[in-house]
């Protein structure tokens, strides 16, 4: 089983930066795919980002393309979502999640879910 948790989450202006990590521990992830999630108040929980760790390859959601960065440190066994030009309708509680083969936007296709990080972007 993997543990996963995040940080790196807080309050920013509109257009400011933050990154977010998430550790794993218990197991190797370097089989799955790693993925961000955020769910915002009165939303459904959304897939952000993801990368399959065994290809390199990542995905993004739409809104986020060009503002978001997800990499890996696999010697730490975390990995990162580098957010910039953040928006107030990124503002939401960002999720890590693992335990797919490849990333994918269905949240029942991962096991391991972190507690979330709170991400507040305000105008």
């Known amino acids: 089983q993997v543990q996963l948790v995040e940080s790196g989450g807080g309050l920013v202006q509109t257009g400011g930066s933050l990154r977010l990590s998430c550790a794993a521990s218990?197991?190797?992830?370097?089989?799955?795919?790693m993925v961000w999630f955020r769910h915002a108040p009165w939303k459904e929980r959304r897939f952000v980002a993801g990368?399959?760790?065994?290809?390199?390859?990542?995905d993004y959601e739409d809104s986020v393309k060009g503002r978001f960065t997800i990499f890996r440190d696999n010697a730490k066994n975390t990995i990162y979502l580098q957010m910039y030009s953040l928006k107030p309708e990124d503002t939401a509680v960002y999720y890590c999640?693992?335990?797919?083969?490849?990333?994918?936007?269905?949240?029942?296709?991962?096991?391991?879910w972190g507690q979330g990080t709170q991400v507040t972007v305000s105008s």
């Open positions: 990368i399959t760790l065994s290809v390199g390859r990542t």
């Open positions: 218990g197991r190797t992830v370097s089989p799955y795919a």
């Open positions: 999640a693992a335990g797919s083969k490849f990333a994918s936007p269905i949240g029942a296709a991962y096991n391991a």
